[in-house]
């Protein structure tokens, strides 16, 4: 049998819009009845990114891929494989992967979308994973790329102080050293639990279940509360189920815990129960909120490029969402 190859991590790359919405905007702009004191002690966020206009998932996709392929050292010519993770894509086709391969300038390579939501780079990094280490492609580039902001209804004072725009990118290549880069995925999900987040489409078939306010087909839909409890439960399982694999890979440890970008009190609340160190937790939902699958790999980048994990780190990538999915990876730098 041929030699399974390890999965370097080689670059990471990360593109957030200009525009700074703190939470003042709500209450004075849009008139909803809430406020900067209830968003921040509820979910731990100050301020998002709102894309602007003419920006999308592919052009935040591309400026972060674009980021990425420069800090692995490589060019858009060298990347065999585009996976990319979006519930809101540009269209429902072509893929945004093919959008952003266009404005790359990459060759004729294999290029689609992956809809995880919030999962959806965890999902993504481990498809471009088993290329990888099945030798079928050297370099991969995976995104996660999102425009949440334009299916949010900015009428819900529940779910639309929640959420920002914003891409993340990593560079993942074949190497014949197999202790480091992607160890261990583990992805889940259960459709059973499937109206606790929905994004209908323009071919849902019927308006979804919900009281009349929500049953615009358009806008996203959450139950927080049941999807908080999820959250905490499948977050705690994860951090134990990893640390289980990290002791079995024979690692010293996890170095970096960089969770979905949810809600400060779901990760409280999982580190608490989990026992994981806080110090060892990434941070930054208190300056983009949640944006879905671009959450994990925006803060990847940021915690590589402020020193928070450097290079023979082991960070445990965590993340849940809609479908209902939750996944994790360990990740050696
Ligand atoms: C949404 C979320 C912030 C709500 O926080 P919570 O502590 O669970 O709050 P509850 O839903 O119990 O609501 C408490 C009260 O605050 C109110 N409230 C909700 N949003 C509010 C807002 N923006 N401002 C002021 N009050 C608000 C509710 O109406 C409720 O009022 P009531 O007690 O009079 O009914 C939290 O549940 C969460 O983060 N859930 C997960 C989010 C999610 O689904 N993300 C997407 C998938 S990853």
């Given at each position: 049998?041929?030699?399974?190859?390890?999965?370097?991590?080689?670059?990471?790359g990360s593109c957030l819009p200009a525009r700074v919405v703190p939470n003042e905007e709500f209450t004075d702009v849009l008139n909803l009845d809430t406020s900067d004191e209830w968003i921040r002690t509820r979910t731990g966020i100050?301020?998002?990114?709102?894309?602007?206009l003419g920006e999308t998932s592919a052009s935040l996709g591309a400026n972060a891929a674009r980021n990425a392929i420069e800090s692995a050292g490589l060019n858009p010519e060298d990347i065999d494989l585009i996976v990319c993770a979006t519930v809101t894509p540009?269209?429902?086709?072509?893929a945004t992967a093919n959008?952003?391969?266009?404005?790359?300038?990459?060759?004729?390579?294999?290029?689609?979308?992956?809809?995880?939501?919030c999962s959806g780079f965890l999902y993504a990094l481990s498809v471009g994973s088993q290329f990888i280490r099945t030798g079928a492609v050297r370099h991969a580039l995976v995104i996660g790329a999102e425009v949440l902001t334009r299916i949010i209804d900015f009428t819900d004072r529940n779910s639309c102080i929640l959420f920002g725009d914003g891409a993340g990118a990593v560079v993942l290549s074949g190497t014949q050293v197999v202790n480091t880069g992607v160890r261990k995925v583990r992805l889940y999900s259960d459709g059973a639990r499937q109206e606790l987040i929905q994004v209908p489409s323009r071919v849902t078939p019927v308006p979804p279940p919900g009281p009349p306010q929500v049953q615009r087909l358009e806008h996203m839909r959450i139950s927080g509360r049941e999807v908080f409890r999820f959250a905490v439960t499948r977050m705690v399982e994860l951090i134990e189920q990893a640390e289980i694999d990290a002791r079995e890979l024979g690692l010293n440890g996890i170095e970096v815990l960089i969770p979905h970008q949810v809600n400060q009190r779901i990760i409280d609340a999982a580190i608490e129960t989990s026992g994981f160190?806080?110090?060892?937790v990434m941070v930054n939902l208190d300056r983009y909120g949640n944006t879905s699958a671009a959450s994990v790999p925006i803060a990847l980048d940021e915690a590589l490029r402020t020193g928070r994990c450097k290079a023979g780190d082991t960070v445990l990538l965590v993340a849940f969402g809609g479908g209902l999915t939750w996944s994790s990876a360990l990740v050696t730098l």
């Open positions: 049998m041929t030699q399974l190859l390890g999965v370097a991590l080689r670059g990471t100050r301020e998002r990114r709102f894309a602007g540009d269209l429902m086709c072509p959008l952003i391969q266009t404005a790359l300038g990459c060759r004729p390579i294999p290029a689609f979308d992956i809809a995880a939501a160190p806080a110090d060892k």
